[in-house]
């Protein structure tokens, strides 16, 4: 076999691994934080995989002018973002938390096209309209009754608010990626936000330590969640190209549906979830085929070569 079919081979079982990978976000996420303190969730998911890139860091991969800019993506995507989003999770279902984490493709499109001055085609702009209508059947489910619905709700809402706050961050991530290697930005992005959570977790009274039982599903959210993923992501990135990597990438919350499903089997699907969750799928999937050359690019990647379109992805600071 010639080694660029072989090299496209592994580069899609690269990203196919990614999918699952960030699929499996929310199911570990919800086992550990009904273990852990949402806040020492977040600040450890920040600081692991933060210390595990630092080694790549130097000083010259930084300029002074983007400190600025540095200080807001770190605010938003490594600080508020994960709390935000632990904070959701406790509250509502894992299969929620996959299906919604389509909205951060919405938002960061959003805030692209308010910010940046980006476009998408018009098939484009009709998939974020259907994947928003499809969010709002999630979060609102008019199905659920009773004193549980309050706390459902909210949970939802923290979530989609925890995409909000990753879609802007998404924005300045790929500003900065073009002036500065990745691994570095996301290294010093992620010990900036544990630094930032630290005082936090002080006044709140969370507990530093997490418990023994918990210790070993911490570091695996940690570590495969945005270790592995990043490494399977920008490999497929570099040998498929970001195009199929980004559409192959959008099948993670299906994953992460069927991953919901297995382990919190007593959590099943209503029909709106459902469909809710079906038309958000199709819709980020419409978004990635329906590109033109000027659609919004992926977060936190480098500049590509003519003629490559990337949509938004997932942000690489914490998954």
Wanted: include cysteine; proline fraction near 6%.
């Amino acid at each position: 076999m010639p080694h660029a079919a072989r090299g496209r081979i592994y580069g899609y079982v690269a990203i196919l691994l990614a999918a699952i990978i960030l699929g499996m976000w929310a199911s570990v996420g919800k086992l550990v934080v009904e273990q852990v303190h949402p806040l020492t969730v977040a600040f450890y998911v920040q600081l692991l995989p933060g210390l595990l890139f630092l080694p790549l860091v130097r000083p010259s991969h930084f300029q002074r002018s983007d400190l600025k800019l540095l200080a807001f993506t770190t605010t938003f995507g490594a600080f508020l973002g994960p709390v935000v989003y632990f904070l959701g999770i406790q509250r509502t279902t894992a299969a929620n938390a996959a299906l919604l984490s389509n909205t951060e493709a919405l938002f960061t499109i959003l805030f692209a096209f308010a910010l940046l001055g980006e476009r998408l085609s018009r098939r484009g702009y009709g998939s974020l309209a259907v994947i928003a209508g499809g969010a709002f059947l999630v979060v609102a489910d008019p199905s659920l009754v009773g004193i549980g619905r309050p706390e459902f709700l909210l949970g939802n809402l923290l979530l989609v608010g925890a995409a909000c706050t990753w879609g802007l961050s998404n924005n300045g991530v790929t500003i900065l990626s073009q002036r500065t290697r990745i691994l570095s930005l996301i290294s010093v992005q992620l010990l900036l936000g544990s630094s930032l959570l630290m005082p936090v977790l002080l006044v709140t009274g969370a507990p530093l330590a997490p418990p023994p039982s918990a210790v070993g599903g911490l570091v695996f959210l940690s570590l495969t969640g945005i270790a592995a993923f990043t490494a399977l992501f920008y490999y497929a990135f570099r040998t498929i190209g970001a195009m199929r990597a980004g559409a192959v990438l959008a099948t993670s919350a299906l994953w992460g549906v069927l991953i919901a499903l297995a382990v919190f089997p007593d959590q099943p699907l209503t029909s709106w979830q459902i469909v809710g969750g079906a038309l958000m799928m199709v819709a980020v999937v419409a978004l990635y085929a329906f590109g033109e050359p000027h659609a919004v690019r992926g977060p936190s990647l480098p500049p590509m070569k003519a003629g490559e379109t990337l949509k938004p992805a997932r942000s690489d600071e914490r998954k």
